[in-house]
């Protein structure tokens, strides 16, 4: 029985020397520690020896099983890394040097818009503030002037979370914090208000052409002495024709807002269908850009400001409908669709 495991381990080694790929290996590993392998057909003629005899050979075998496992082994790896070299071998040369062409992605065009807003009202004087999404029903609704009773809360129907707190509907729920972070500058140094606060805002709404339910606005107040209406509007053309880049129609109608009075709706020409009517502008040629006003008493009473002494003004300008008009996009759905191919067209206009 000895002779067997001599023979057998002669046979596998010449064998071994003879693969030239990782099938023929495959073959060969089959062939000896399969269930009907080689090896394994040892441990059947063991019925004819005695006990003793037995547990010699069996150990023998074994010893035999792990050698040939261990051959198999470093056989493979072999394999592999003869065949690692052989696909290098057959790769292209190319200089590591050279930059890798490699396509570049873009930025969300609501992010191209709102860069551009932010840099145009920074050259105005204007800071850039930052707030939660996440916020009390104070700042949301109370300290803009909309209590827990008040029918305007109708039109802000939002998502409410289990703390009692909620993903605000409007970015004036920043105004307060703003107010009360400024005054003390205002007051004692004479300097004005002037801060935008971009982000983006939920309401439980209907979708279509030009709603969704999630979205993007920005913020933006002035408070000092005399500041008049004359000021908002200043600010909100030289804004738009930085924007666009060239005159745009505008009109100013009133509009009922709790914590601006008095307040206004700021219309732009629809640029999608050029003021003749299309499903984005509900087919009346203007599109809602803009909800503006002088800031209310109360609110400025609330942020820690005499309303006796200062005014100011306040806008929520809509992000994603100014996105729609400065690239011609007739769904706002297609904003937050995901869709590359549809956002892959935007570049930076930096570089």
């Not at 140094?189 to 339910?213: L, Q, S, Y």
């Not at 003021?275 to 109360?298: T, Y």
Request: proline share 4%; net charge negative; with cysteine.
């Amino acid at each position: 029985m000895e002779n067997k495991i001599l023979e057998l381990t002669a046979r596998f080694e010449k064998e071994l020397a003879e693969i030239r790929d990782l099938a023929e290996l495959e073959d060969v590993r089959v062939a000896y520690l399969g269930k009907k392998g080689t090896v394994t057909g040892l441990l059947k003629g063991m019925r004819e020896l005695s006990n003793e005899e037995k547990k010699s050979f069996g150990q023998k075998v074994n010893e035999l099983k792990g050698v040939v496992a261990g051959k198999i082994a470093d056989k493979t790896e072999e394999l592999k890394a003869k065949e690692v070299e052989k696909e290098i071998a057959l790769m292209p040369e190319f200089d590591l040097s050279v930059p890798a062409q490699l396509s570049r992605g873009s930025y969300h065009p609501i992010t191209l818009v709102q860069r551009q807003c932010e840099q145009i009202f920074t050259s105005m004087g204007f800071t850039v503030e930052d707030y939660a999404e996440v916020v009390t029903d104070y700042e949301c609704f109370e300290a803009v002037n909309i209590p827990k009773d008040h029918p305007a809360r109708d039109m802000q129907d939002t998502y409410y979370l289990t703390n009692g707190q909620l993903l605000k509907s409007q970015t004036s729920a920043a105004q307060n914090a703003i107010l009360r972070k400024y005054k003390d500058a205002l007051v004692n140094d004479g300097v004005p208000i002037k801060a935008i606060f971009p982000g983006r805002c939920f309401r439980n709404e209907a979708t279509d052409n030009c709603h969704e339910n999630t979205f993007f606005q920005m913020e933006g107040m002035m408070v000092d002495k005399d500041i008049s209406i004359s000021n908002l509007i200043y600010f909100m053309k030289t804004m738009l024709s930085e924007v666009f880049q060239r005159d745009i129609k505008v009109r100013l109608r009133p509009g009922f807002f709790p914590f601006v009075e008095p307040g206004f709706e700021l219309d732009i020409n629809c640029l999608i269908c050029g003021g003749e009517g299309c499903s984005s502008c509900k087919h009346s040629g203007w599109l809602e850009l803009c909800p503006c006003g002088m800031i209310h008493p109360e609110v400025l009473r609330m942020g820690g400001i005499d309303p006796d002494e200062y005014t100011g003004f306040a806008f929520g300008l809509g992000l994603t409908r100014l996105v729609m008009m400065k690239y011609g996009i007739s769904d706002i759905r297609d904003l937050n669709s995901g869709n590359l191919k549809a956002l892959a067209q935007f570049t930076d206009d930096e570089g």
